[in-house]
């Protein structure tokens, strides 16, 4: 038998974990932020509101159930700032509520108060930006979601019946590698218990979380696409369009337009990526595989060059759709200037490729926060994806226009 432990602990040392959820292309409602005691999350928050005003949502601050307009009139908090975090809001038989995911969070999101809508805990274990939910012309929900949510389920199982109550995400964060492999395993637990099980093929805990998965958003299994991770979250690296469109980022091609700008690249090394994840338990590339499995669901992907710099801090996938009444599409983005010389022009290019290869796109904003206090090379939203992983789609959490959602 193999022993997972080395792995488990490597597993442990990434980065504060996020868990955002997000919607495909849908009419935006409102956006919720949920931290307000940077200077940089006032100068954000600020420029989104600017943009709600063109396209006609709103863009509201949550603190301590109520709701603000003005960042600025809310008392200062040091609230987590990842409002996307372990709540979606989400619609069934025609009623709201606020969905969290059924792994207890690490605090608890009092957006459901402010908003007046129920909050229900799911039974699946789903990480947000890790999942996106959207609509197919003909009415049915689609959820598109990686790959960790299904080791995450099986982790939980794991967990509840070989060490005890899973308390939060923390829990099963540290057994999800043991569920990457199939085969026979001994562990240790925190506890100082040696433990003997058989992790069994992917396909079957596929099939047990679409099952889940289908109950707590109220979509088929058989609309439910789980990809592979190429990054930590789907966020980072893919962004769902009006359907059935996805963009995703190239790396090659991302690679190309980086040595064109002379921006530097990430590294990985002993078979980790730099968040802690593996990148290399498949033998088919991951991206084919991503590109097929979208394919083989129905969509149809088109690859960009979407993500540059260091730490891949700019990153335009990170972003949020917004759908007009007259079917044409905004794509709300992070921005490139207010940072070094060297960036300014990436916005132009990627704003060129996205009008040529997406279909109905009619606005592009970009949103940079200002110039960075942390890094004088970068924007506020720079910095937050170099020093803290997320963008600007992290920030928000949005709400859809469902009685314009058809």
């Given at each position: 038998m193999e022993n997972?432990?080395?792995?488990?602990?490597?597993?442990?040392?990434?980065?504060?974990?996020?868990?955002?959820?997000?919607y495909a292309a849908a009419p935006i409602?409102?956006?919720?932020?949920?931290?307000?005691?940077?200077?940089?999350?006032?100068?954000?928050?600020?420029?989104?509101?600017?943009?709600?005003?063109?396209?006609?949502?709103?863009?509201?601050?949550?603190?301590?159930?109520?709701?603000?307009?003005?960042?600025?009139?809310?008392?200062?908090?040091?609230?987590?700032?990842?409002?996307?975090?372990?709540?979606m809001i989400v619609n069934k038989n025609d009623k709201n509520h606020v969905l969290v995911s059924g792994v207890k969070p690490n605090f608890e999101s009092e957006l459901g108060k402010a908003l007046e809508v129920p909050t229900i805990e799911a039974n699946s274990v789903f990480e947000g930006g890790n999942v996106f939910l959207g609509k197919k012309p003909d009415g049915e929900k689609y959820l598109i979601i990686g790959e960790d949510a299904v080791l995450d389920m099986a982790s939980a199982k794991f967990h509840r019946e070989n060490i005890g109550p899973v308390k939060n995400i923390a829990h099963i964060e540290t057994y999800r590698m043991l569920f990457a492999r199939e085969g026979e395993y001994d562990t240790t637990t925190s506890d100082g218990r040696n433990i003997s099980f058989e992790v069994k093929p992917f396909d079957e805990y596929e099939a047990q979380a679409k099952e889940q998965l289908s109950k707590d958003f109220d979509v088929k299994p058989e609309n439910i696409c789980i990809l592979p991770q190429l990054e930590f979250h789907l966020d980072m690296f893919l962004r769902p369009l009006d359907y059935p469109y996805v963009l995703v980022n190239d790396k090659t091609m991302s690679d190309a337009v980086s040595r064109e700008f002379g921006l530097t690249e990430e590294k990985k090394e002993n078979g980790f990526d730099v968040f802690g994840m593996m990148f290399s338990l498949d033998k088919e590339d991951k991206h084919t595989k991503v590109i097929r499995k979208l394919k083989e669901s129905g969509f149809t992907p088109i690859s960009v060059a979407g993500t540059f710099g260091p730490g891949g801090s700019i990153n335009y996938l990170n972003s949020f759709v917004n759908k007009n009444d007259d079917g044409s599409l905004s794509f709300i983005a992070m921005s490139s200037i207010n940072a070094d010389d060297k960036f300014k022009k990436l916005d132009s290019v990627f704003d060129k490729e996205l009008k040529s290869k997406a279909p109905n796109i009619k606005n592009i904003y970009h949103i940079s926060g200002g110039p960075s206090k942390e890094n004088k090379e970068c924007n506020n939203i720079m910095a937050n994806i170099q020093y803290r992983k997320g963008g600007l789609h992290c920030l928000g959490c949005e709400e859809p226009d469902f009685e314009k959602w058809v």
């Open positions: 997972f432990d080395n792995e488990v602990k490597v597993r442990i040392g990434l980065i504060n974990k996020q868990n955002f959820k997000g409602k409102n956006i919720y932020f949920q931290n307000n005691t940077q200077e940089s999350q006032k100068n954000i928050f600020n420029e989104l509101k600017e943009v709600g005003k063109k396209e006609n949502f709103r863009v509201q601050l949550e603190q301590a159930g109520k709701l603000y307009e003005d960042i600025e009139s809310a008392e200062s908090s040091k609230r987590y700032m990842w409002a996307q975090d372990n709540k």
